[in-house]
């Protein structure tokens, strides 16, 4: 499977994500990786990362950021309140921003938008506040944008995105459950005028029953859609 213009995205289970850049640099997106079942074995230790993007506060999506900000010196890039946590718990590259700021890093900018979810950190006895989930529109240094949405159910101003931001591959939760599930989904894909669409935040554990099969009978009147049904693993190039 292969996307045009030097990007390599690998789905390592669940939402993460490690991004190599046509400009070299190393983007991981919500790092769950020693307690991921679905992460291989041999993926679960990042070596080399530069930037380390975090939707929300869920353990299944932020479980591992600390580790790897600290093996490699990346900067986290998170919503105010859960940059600060991770601010108290050591980290000191950590970059804080909110819905429709835009952050460059490099040649790479980060635009952090909406998403319908719950966010809050697994800390004790008691949840803490952990900020409002979000999703990113990443524009890469040749140009190559993608959106990846976080844990979310659809909502019409996806169609924003797809107007302000146009990317060209879409990351979006087909799960159920605790996300949108397939039929969600391809409304999604239409609000996004999405042409590549990767599916995730499926098959983790039992209670996620969506399937990209689902999504795919869902979509398949959408003339030029590549919906990639990759494994937890698998590069698209």
């Not at 950590?94 to 952090?112: C, L, P, Q």
């Not at 506040?129 to 101003?157: I, R, S, W």
Request: glycine fraction near 10%; include cysteine.
């Amino acid at each position: 499977m292969s996307l045009e213009r030097g990007v390599a995205i690998t789905w390592l289970g669940h939402a993460t994500f490690l991004i190599e850049t046509p400009g070299g640099k190393t983007v991981l997106i919500d790092p769950f990786l020693e307690h991921n079942p679905k992460c291989p074995p041999d993926r679960k230790q990042i070596t080399k990362c530069d930037l380390i993007l975090v939707t929300h506060a869920h353990m299944d999506h932020m479980a591992d950021v600390i580790p790897v900000a600290n093996n490699t010196g990346a900067m986290v890039v998170s919503m105010v309140e859960l940059a600060v946590w991770f601010q108290n718990k050591g980290l000191k590259n950590v970059t804080e921003m909110n819905k429709g700021g835009t952050f460059r890093f490099g040649e790479i900018a980060v635009t952090m938008v909406h998403a319908m979810h719950s966010s809050g950190i697994e800390e004790g006895d008691q949840p803490i506040y952990g900020g409002e989930p979000a999703g990113y529109v990443v524009k890469l240094e040749n140009g190559f944008t993608f959106y990846h949405a976080g844990d979310t159910t659809v909502f019409g101003d996806m169609a924003l995105i797809a107007e302000l931001y146009e990317p060209e591959l879409v990351m979006i939760p087909i799960g159920d459950h605790y996300t949108m599930g397939p039929r969600e989904a391809a409304k999604a894909v239409r609000l996004l005028r999405a042409k590549h669409v990767i599916p995730m935040h499926w098959g983790t554990f039992p209670v996620l029953t969506g399937t990209p099969e689902a999504l795919m009978k869902y979509t398949d009147d959408i003339e030029g859609l590549t919906l990639y049904r990759i494994s937890p693993g698998e590069t698209v190039r």
